[in-house]
C-alpha cells in the first residue's frame, strides 16, 4: 500500500487548507486512517481519525472543532479540512493506515501499519 498525502502550503492565520490522502497500490479493507502532524524536534502528534467505513470519527483536543475528517466511500481519499489555522498548526502533515483489527481508537503512532511521505503546511501569522 502506497499513501500520498497531498494538499499542504503556505495559508494565513484563520485560513484553510483541505489536505487528501490517497491509497494505492494492494488496496484492502483497512481498519482507520489517521492524520498526524509534526514539527522539527518534536514526536509526531495526533490529529484525528476516521474508521473504515467512517462510522466512527475523533480528533485531538488541540484541533477539534477546526479541524473535520471526511471521505465519500471506501474508493476515494480521506480529506482533512483545516479552518481557522493557527500558526502553530505549522507542520508536516501525515496520513497514515491500520490494517489490523483489535482496539477502538488509534491514537499512537505504532497503531498505524503504513505511512505517507507528509506535506508541509505552514501558517503565517
Known amino acids: 500500500v502506497q499513501l500520498q498525502a497531498s494538499g499542504g502550503g503556505l495559508v494565513q492565520a484563520g485560513g484553510s487548507l483541505r489536505l487528501s490522502c490517497a491509497a494505492s497500490g494492494r488496496i484492502f479493507s483497512s481498519f482507520a486512517t489517521g492524520w498526524f502532524r509534526q514539527v522539527p524536534g518534536k514526536e509526531r502528534e495526533f490529529v484525528g481519525a476516521i474508521t473504515w467505513i467512517g462510522d466512527r470519527i475523533y480528533y485531538s483536543d488541540s484541533v477539534k472543532g477546526r479541524f473535520t475528517i471526511s471521505r465519500d466511500d471506501t474508493k476515494t481519499p480521506v480529506y482533512l479540512q483545516m479552518n481557522s489555522l493557527k500558526p502553530e498548526d505549522t507542520a508536516v502533515y501525515y496520513c497514515?493506515?491500520?490494517?489490523?483489527?483489535?482496539?477502538?481508537?488509534?491514537?499512537?503512532?505504532?497503531?498505524?501499519?503504513?505511512w505517507g511521505q507528509g506535506t508541509q503546511v505552514t501558517v503565517s501569522s
Open positions: 497514515a493506515v491500520r490494517v489490523r483489527g483489535g482496539g477502538m481508537y488509534y491514537t499512537a503512532n505504532e497503531d498505524y501499519d503504513y
